[in-house]
């Protein structure tokens, strides 16, 4: 009983406070969506819509910055002078199915690369951020002209740990020398991402040389 008043205590909260997760465009690589207002609304600036001290007025267009089913985060302009602000939803005319669609999928493609970038893995269809993120700044950039037009690629080297043992004194025993064992890292090669527009296209990983002697691909 304590358990289902728990979750419907946290399910009423996150109606009331709007703090259901918030699909911003920006963050999907998407432009702005332009719509226009069907009747006078109040922007707020809270996801709960409880604060609002502008309205915008039936007809003006705005732009669609953050999507939720219940509210829009919007640009637009007010009888003070531009502003950002929450806007619910009804009072908006309604996204295309298409580009609600694309937003869905390009949302759940981040929900999935962001697993991976907490597991410090890469693959195709990642942007530069989110590799940056996963695998930190590569050690070195190049940009190749290819048949299909330019590729940007990107360098990391690779390491593994080898052992090293050496003699070494020993303070318990006098000075006497014992053996000690440590690791080095070494590289091992390195990872190459490559780049076309804005998302990864491939990932190779190479044996051998590091990467301030990779050869690049033709």
Known sequence: MVLFCL????????????SEEVIYLEELGLSPVRL???????????????????YV?????????????????VAARTATGPARG????AAIEPVLAEKVAE???????????RA???????????????VTESLGQPDRRATVRVEAGAIEQWFYTVYRYEP?????????????LRQSLTYRRVPAGYRLVVFQGREVIA????????????????
């Open 7 to 18: 979750v419907a205590w946290v399910a009423t909260q996150a109606a009331e406070t709007g």
């Open 36 to 54: 226009r207002v069907l009747r006078r609304t109040p922007l707020s600036q809270s996801p709960n819509m409880r604060r609002a001290s502008v």
């Open 57 to 73: 007025a039936r007809g003006r267009p705005i732009e669609l910055l953050g999507w939720t089913e219940a509210r829009y985060y």
């Open 86 to 89: 929450w806007v619910d939803a």
């Open 103 to 113: 937003i869905q999928q390009l949302f759940a493609q981040r929900q999935r690369h």
């Open 116 to 130: 991976l970038i907490g597991r410090g893995e890469v693959v195709p269809g990642m942007t530069r951020k989110d």
């Open 164 to 176: 090293h043992h050496q003699q070494v004194p020993d303070p318990d025993r006098g000075g006497q």
């Open 203 to 218: 990932i190779e990983d190479h044996s051998g040389p590091g990467v301030d002697r990779a050869t690049e691909p033709r």
